[in-house]
Structure formats: structure tokens, C-alpha cells
């Protein structure tokens, strides 16, 4: 069994890399777990356009259920709600994970890759001077010149090559996501006011993860939507629910229970995602034989409003790809062109830039202060009593009643602009 | 030995089962088929066998071309070869019109047969017909719920398990025979990466144009039995009973809840 590459994992990045490598005439074998590729899968809803249209433009065949054409933060308590909206050009499209990857893993396979499915890979293979020369699988042993990691988030491949360390609590969250389907499109369509092909992209701060860090989202599908949340797991010994309840009393608050309502529940699933970006990045992306790329890489940027994992996915896989092309032997030497490209590419200069945004998303303030603030004050400037307020009186009054720093708040605020 | 392993490509689980309530029809749609889960048992039963005898393990599995996936799946514990038998005119078809393409796709492809293997029932349909049917169309003689089987001369000697009567028997049959395989009764062993690799190589896809069936015995056009109504038992609404307190009187809680609901009956030491 002789392959010239070998990619563990058939997510987003590991079929993007068999794809260009398969259509560069490469013999290539994606051994993915799963019953098909994407049975795995499970994100929040959207894949940003921008960088694809540069690293694979063929995704405009792909299924696309909607482009997100709306854009929604809210900030939620109990009993308020705040919400910004804005309208966006195509700049992302809303689909299944699974669709995506499937469609990618159809083309890969036309190109020419192998994927077998319901195979685990239980290591990397290296030989006596710690080249990595294959991957085994139960007392299967496969060769190939190459390996590219792209086994995504739970890195457990790489951590028992004693590349990584285990990952730690502080450096991933759960997301917790249901899919609700309705009884038409059209119903859905008349719900959130949406065109045919029109999507929204919405995201909640405070309530859904009892004001710890993390966030609610919800997608629009093609006739269903995403619900969900994400918590980050270095607060979950503060969390007073379950979290998989949270998700159910997001569905339930009244703020977001009308428009689901009737809704039947369709799938249900949970996930780890990175939040450190670069910061959990391995100590290179590249090692005798070895490339290691997406989520597996720490190559997602997470803002606490977005994800964006997809795209970075994908360009890393093809950047893997054509590192491979160019390197003429699998030497690390050879291979650190990958590192190169990553450089000069967006990938690392973008997640470079956002290092420190987990620091800031790890500070309550956001969770907490400021959801409570911002509804309070705006519910109080827009209530006429036998008073009507100034915009500084309901900011004082809210000020007062809330226990927020107006102070605190603005050197959190004038940081967080910064980094975010 | 020559076995023969009859399989089903079925939805994974008895949870990921839904009936369109429009058609009385098996949704498919967006649920991966895999080996019904307990061919598995069937499968590991004639592997276990072969290794002991020697010889060859084939699976024969009547589908549409989505099967596939289900065989590979096979192969991948070490079945020989497989065997997809895939035409349009097959769909639509009752256990009777299934066993006799699974019979007649025996007959010409392995015909030297010793035993045929399937599991206790499929998972997503549940009527255990097949062994039994296919065995009458091939005229050979079955026997349901085997756990353990050695082979002297040209007899096998079964052991099965009946649950409800909770005995063990053991009979001799003669070879040629059929036999259904007891659930759980086997460890099914690991799907090997180096079998699956190449697995497209051992499995082969007959049409009808290969097996020549008559179309009035095949499909729906040879199904004798039809579903001609079915009316889904509605779920229970749930009860959205909360019961909170310490764990102790939780439990209490709970107990006499489901007692009352008849879900459990009092039994004497329950409190
Ligand atoms: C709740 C949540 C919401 C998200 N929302 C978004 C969003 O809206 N937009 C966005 O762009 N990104 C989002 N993401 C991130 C995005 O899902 C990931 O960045 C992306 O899927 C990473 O792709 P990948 O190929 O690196 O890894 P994965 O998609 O995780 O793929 C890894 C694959 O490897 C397989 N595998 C792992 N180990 C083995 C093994 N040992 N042997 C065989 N196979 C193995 C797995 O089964 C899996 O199929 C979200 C993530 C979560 C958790």
C-alpha cells in the first residue's frame, strides 16, 4: 500500500488539498472516519467568498442555499433585547456544512483521489530518524511520501506525534447547535423577510451563554435554520445550565421564539471549535514528511461575533497542495515553502493580527456589562415616563441601577476596538 | 467451504427511522445505509468460519446502487468478494420477490454453495423472512437464531438460542443449508483500511440483463403481499414533568411517577 500523499481527514481543508493534489496527477487517499465525508461535520452556518474566489473558485457550483444579505448582533437579557442590523453585499453564503464537503469531496474524487470512509487513523506513522513516512490504522500500516494532518480541532493525531500538547480547556468552546426545519421555503422566507436566496446571519451576546464568554448565532438555511451556541469551555465551572439546555432556552426566549415557532427539529449536534487562533498554532506547520493544515493548524479567527474557519480551511489545504507541487522531496528543508506561503498568503497575517482578540473575548465585560448596559439604556432613552431622558441621563441612570462603570466600560470598549 | 452472507444496505440505527406518512414508504433520503447492524454478527459468523474450514466468504446484497457503500463496508472485515445485485425493474420489492433475486443471484454466482448465511432480522423492516424464503426457493433446509456451528462431513451441527423459551438446542442439518444468525451473538471484527482500499476490486454489479428473471416474479410486479394502509403510531406527547430535590428524593420522585404511567410495574424492594 503505497500512496504519494496520505491526508487524514475529509473536513473542509483536508479535501481541498486531495483535490489540487489529485488534479496535479498526485496519487492521493483521504482516510476519513466518518460514514461519508461531512457526516462528521457540524459548524454554525456560513463560508466567507472572499479568499475562495482566489484559492477555489469552483465553490460558486457548489450548493449554496443562501448569501447572507443580513447581518444581526443582538444583545439579549432576560427581558431586552438591543439589536444592530445591516445589510451586506454576497460576501458569504449560508449552506450544511455536510453539502459543502460533500460537494468538495465529489470533486476530488472525479480528480481522481481514493477516499475511504469508517477508517480512523490511530497514528502517524515515522520511521527510525522520526521522518513521518505513512499513517497506521488498526494493524494496517499505509505508506506515502506524504502526510497532511488535517484532522481538524481534537488534535489528537498531532498530540500523540508529540507535536502538541493536549489541548487545554481555555484554548477551545463547545458549540451546541439545532436544526429547525420549516414547512416550506416560503415560510421561512416571509419570517425573517427574506428573498429567495436572501440569508440572514445573526448572532446574540449575553443571555444565550448566561453572560459567561461565548455567543448565540442562528442561519438561515434553505428551508430551516441553525440555532446555537457557543460557550467557551474556560468559563463552563460558572455555567449554572447544561448546555445543551442553553440552546433550547435561546429557542424558547421570547425574543427569538417567534420566529422558529412551529419549526420542527430536524438534527441536532455538538462540536469543540478553536478560540486562540494562531495562539494554539503547533511549533511549525511543516516537518519531515509532514504538513499540517486547518482547524488541526489553529487557522481560524474567531471574533467572538464571527467564525471564520471555512475559508481558512480550504486556503491552507491548497496552499499544502501546492507546497507539495513545488518541494520535490518531502524534507522538512523542502516543505518549508508551505510555511512561506502562509506568510505571504492572508492566512498568517490575518490571524497574527487578531492574536490577542481572545484575551479581550475572555474578559466578561463583553458578556456581561455591556449586554445589560446597552439594552438598559436603550430601553430607558426610548421610555417616555414623567420623565423624558437625556441620552446622558439614561446612560447615567443605567449607570446607577446596573452597577456598570461608564468608565470601565469605555477603556474596555477603546481596547476592544482595537483588537476585535 | 463456499459461504454465502446475504446482507441489507439499512439506515444505521432504529432512531434514524422515519415513515413518510403520505406513502407508508421507509424515508432514505439523507440517511447514510450502512450494513444492517446485525448482518454484522452474520458476517463475523462466516469469516469466523472460514477461517476455521477454509475456503471463501461471498456477500450477496439485492439494492439500489447506494448498497455499495454497505458492501465495502463488508469487504473491509474480510469477505471474499461481494455481490450487488442492482436493477431498476427490482424495486418495490416484498421479502418473497427479495429472496427470489437472492436465491437465483446464488444459484448462478456461487453455485457450489455449502451455507448460506443472513442475520436474525434487518433492523428497519423487521419481518425475518428472507433466510427462510430464500431456503425454500434454493430447496435446502434452515434453521433460525445460530450462535455456534461446526461442520462434520456434510451435516452441520447448530447450536441455537430461543429466548422466550430461554433453551439451547442443538440440531444437524444437511448441507446445503440455510441459517439465520442469533443478534449479539458475535464480536464483529474491525474494518481493516488495507481491505477497503481496495475494495471496488471484489465487488461486482449484476443487472437483470445478467440474471434474466422473469419481471412478473421480480420488484413490485412480483411482490405477492403489498402494504395497502399503515397508520403511524403517534408519539406521545411529552409529559413536561420537572422534578427537582435532592438526588434521593429525585429518584423516589421518578419511581412513582413511572409506576403510575405503567411504565414499571411495583415490584416488591422498589420503594
Ligand atoms: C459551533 C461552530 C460554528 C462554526 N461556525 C462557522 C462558520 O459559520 N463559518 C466558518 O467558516 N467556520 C465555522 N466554524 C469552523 C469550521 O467548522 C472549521 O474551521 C472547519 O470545519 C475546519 O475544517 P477542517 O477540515 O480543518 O476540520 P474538520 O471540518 O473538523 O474536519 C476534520 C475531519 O477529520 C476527521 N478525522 C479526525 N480525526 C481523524 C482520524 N484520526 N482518522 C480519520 N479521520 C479523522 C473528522 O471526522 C473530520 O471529518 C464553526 C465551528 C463550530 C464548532
Redesign the pocket.
Known amino acids: 500500500m503505497k500512496f504519494d500523499v496520505a491526508v487524514?481527514?475529509?473536513?473542509?481543508?483536508?479535501l481541498a488539498a486531495a483535490y489540487k493534489l489529485a488534479s496535479a496527477g498526485f496519487r492521493v487517499v483521504v482516510?476519513?472516519?466518518?460514514r461519508e465525508?461531512g457526516s462528521?461535520?457540524?459548524?454554525?452556518?456560513?463560508?466567507?467568498t472572499h479568499w475562495l474566489d482566489k484559492y477555489l473558485p469552483e465553490f460558486r457550483k457548489a450548493a449554496i442555499d443562501r448569501w447572507v444579505t443580513r447581518e444581526l448582533v443582538t444583545f439579549l437579557t432576560e427581558d431586552k433585547a438591543v439589536t444592530l442590523e445591516t445589510t451586506t453585499e454576497r460576501g458569504s453564503f449560508v449552506t450544511p456544512?455536510v453539502s459543502f464537503t460533500s460537494w468538495l469531496a465529489r470533486l476530488s474524487r472525479d480528480a481522481g483521489a481514493q477516499i475511504v470512509t469508517e477508517?480512523?487513523?490511530d497514528q502517524l506513522a515515522r520511521d527510525e530518524r522520526g521522518r513521518f513516512v505513512g499513517v497506521k490504522s488498526g494493524s494496517d500500516f499505509l505508506r506515502a511520501d506524504y502526510v497532511i494532518d488535517?484532522?481538524?480541532?481534537n488534535r489528537?493525531?498531532l498530540e500523540r506525534a508529540g507535536i502538541v500538547e493536549r489541548l487545554k480547556p481555555e484554548t477551545v468552546a463547545v458549540?451546541v447547535?439545532e436544526v429547525l426545519k420549516f414547512e416550506s421555503r416560503k415560510l421561512l422566507e416571509e419570517r425573517f423577510g427574506l428573498g429567495e436566496e436572501e440569508g440572514l446571519a445573526w448572532t446574540f451576546a449575553g443571555y444565550p451563554t448566561e453572560y459567561l464568554p461565548g455567543g448565540g448565532f442562528l442561519y438561515t438555511y434553505r428551508d430551516s435554520v441553525a440555532i446555537?451556541v457557543?460557550m467557551y469551555l474556560k468559563s463552563w465551572d460558572k455555567l449554572k445550565t447544561p448546555v445543551y439546555d442553553l440552546v433550547e432556552k435561546l429557542r424558547l426566549h421570547p425574543y427569538v421564539a417567534p420566529y422558529v415557532r412551529g419549526a420542527m427539529l430536524l438534527e441536532y449536534g455538538a462540536?469543540?471549535?478553536p478560540v486562540v487562533g494562531i495562539n494554539m498554532a503547533p511549533p511549525k506547520f511543516h516537518y519531515d514528511g509532514l504538513l499540517i493544515?486547518?482547524?488541526?493548524a489553529g487557522f481560524?479567527l474567531h471574533t467572538g461575533v464571527l467564525?471564520?474557519?471555512?475559508?481558512?480551511?480550504v486556503a491552507s489545504g491548497v496552499l499544502a497542495a501546492e507546497a507539495i507541487r513545488e518541494s520535490g522531496d518531502p524534507s522538512a528543508e523542502a516543505l518549508s515553502i508551505y510555511e512561506k506561503k502562509l506568510k505571504s498568503s492572508f492566512i498568517y497575517p490575518q490571524l497574527e493580527k487578531f492574536r490577542n482578540v481572545d484575551r479581550i473575548l475572555g474578559d466578561e465585560t463583553l458578556f456581561r456589562d455591556l449586554p445589560i448596559f446597552a439594552t438598559g439604556v436603550v430601553n430607558r432613552y426610548f421610555t417616555i415616563d414623567d420623565k423624558h431622558r437625556t441620552l446622558f441621563e439614561a446612560l447615567r441612570e443605567t449607570s446607577k441601577e446596573t452597577n456598570v462603570s461608564l468608565f470601565k466600560l469605555l477603556i474596555y470598549m477603546a481596547r476592544a476596538v482595537r483588537n476585535i | 467451504m463456499k459461504f454465502v452472507v446475504l446482507t441489507k444496505a439499512a439506515v444505521p440505527l432504529s432512531s434514524a427511522i422515519r415513515i413518510d406518512p403520505k406513502t407508508g414508504t421507509l424515508v432514505r433520503e439523507g440517511v447514510p445505509l450502512t450494513a444492517n447492524v446485525w448482518d454484522r454478527d452474520a458476517v463475523e459468523f462466516a469469516l469466523e468460519m472460514r477461517d476455521r474450514y477454509g475456503g471463501e466468504v461471498v456477500a450477496i446484497s439485492m439494492a439500489p446502487p447506494t448498497g455499495i457503500l454497505a458492501l465495502e463496508s463488508l469487504i473491509g472485515m474480510g469477505v471474499d468478494r461481494a455481490i450487488l445485485a442492482s436493477d431498476r425493474a427490482f424495486a418495490g420489492a416484498d421479502t418473497w420477490a427479495t429472496a427470489h433475486v437472492l436465491a437465483k443471484t446464488i444459484e448462478k454466482y456461487v453455485p457450489d454453495f455449502d451455507l448460506v448465511v443472513t442475520g436474525e432480522e434487518t433492523i428497519d423492516s423487521t419481518t425475518a423472512h428472507i433466510g427462510a424464503q430464500t431456503a425454500s426457493w434454493l430447496g435446502v433446509p434452515y434453521l433460525y437464531y445460530v450462535y455456534n456451528a461446526e461442520v462434520r462431513g456434510r451435516t452441520l451441527i447448530a447450536k441455537r438460542f430461543l429466548e422466550d423459551e430461554g433453551v439451547d438446542e442443538v440440531y444437524e442439518l444437511k448441507m446445503p443449508a440455510v441459517i439465520s444468525v442469533l443478534r449479539s451473538s458475535q464480536i464483529p471484527r474491525e474494518v481493516k483500511l488495507s481491505r477497503k482500499l481496495t475494495a471496488r476490486e471484489h465487488l461486482q454489479i449484476v443487472d437483470n440483463s445478467k440474471l434474466g428473471l422473469d419481471q412478473d416474479c421480480v420488484g413490485l410486479r412480483g411482490s405477492p403481499t403489498m402494504v395497502v394502509g399503515m397508520s403511524p403510531a403517534a408519539y406521545p406527547p411529552r409529559k413536561r414533568i420537572v422534578i427537582s430535590g435532592a438526588p434521593g428524593e429525585v429518584a423516589k420522585k421518578v419511581a412513582e411517577v413511572l409506576r403510575e404511567l405503567g411504565v414499571v410495574c411495583a415490584v416488591s424492594g422498589l420503594q
Open positions: 487524514v481527514g475529509g473536513g473542509p481543508a483536508g482516510l476519513e472516519r466518518g465525508p462528521k461535520a457540524m459548524y454554525g452556518g456560513r463560508v466567507y456544512l477508517i480512523t487513523v488535517a484532522e481538524g480541532v489528537l493525531l458549540g447547535k446555537g457557543v462540536r469543540m471549535t493544515v486547518g482547524d488541526a481560524l467564525i471564520r474557519g471555512v475559508d481558512f480551511a
